[in-house]
Nanobody, 123 residues
């Protein structure tokens, strides 16, 4: 069982930056791929970025490529999402997700989910 707790969301002006964190429980954190998804009001949940359990593979959605960076610290059981050059269309609830020994951009692959953290970007 893995429990995920996101933090770091908030209100920021367009062009600003935020760093989201997701702290995970469990002793086998290093064997999990972690991902960030987001869901805006009235829209489907969409993939943002992921980081694999090994080799540091990091796929990104085209909409955030070059602006967001995902990273992980296995010693702290934490995954981060550094968001820069934020746009109003980045406004959403951001969710952290985990799955063991695989990686994908489809939300259905991920077994564990956090409760989400709100990010609001004002224009």
């Amino acid at each position: 069982q893995v429990q995920l707790v996101e933090s770091g969301g908030g209100l920021v002006q367009a062009g600003g930056s935020l760093r989201l964190s997701c702290a995970a429980s469990g002793r086998t954190f290093s064997s999990y791929s972690l991902a960030w998804f987001r869901q805006a009001p009235g829209k489907e949940r969409e993939f943002v970025a992921a980081i694999s359990w090994s080799l540091g593979y990091t796929p990104y959605a085209d909409s955030v490529k070059g602006r967001f960076t995902i990273s992980r610290d296995n010693a702290k059981n934490t995954v981060y999402l550094q968001m820069s050059s934020l746009k109003p269309e980045d406004t959403a609830v951001y969710y952290c997700a985990a799955v063991e020994r695989t990686i994908a951009s489809m939300s259905s692959v991920y077994r564990y989910w956090g409760q989400g953290t709100q990010v609001t970007v004002s224009s």
